[in-house]
């Protein structure tokens, strides 16, 4: 599943979007170095078993995300991912 990453009008969550428009969750920051995955709608099947979390950065969670989807998950170009 290959995702878009986009960072969300609160600082502390970023969106995962399919290719095709649709939510499949976010990510949140509960600490300064740790992030949660929360999948919805498709990706509750998809990820089924996933390490939510707590993940030490954003990047470790877009990483277990991919490992266990055999997807990419894209940020948009700037982001400095926290």
Do not use: K
């Amino acid at each position: 599943m290959d995702l878009s990453v986009n960072p969300t009008a609160n600082e502390m969550e970023w969106e995962l979007i399919d290719l095709l428009g649709r939510s499949m969750g976010c990510i949140r920051q509960t600490a300064p170095n740790a992030f949660t995955i929360h999948p919805e709608g498709h990706a509750l099947t998809t990820m089924v078993g996933i390490r939510l979390g707590p993940h030490a950065a954003l990047d470790a969670a877009l990483a277990e995300i991919e490992r266990h989807t055999r997807g990419v998950c894209r940020r948009n170009p700037g982001e400095d991912g926290a």
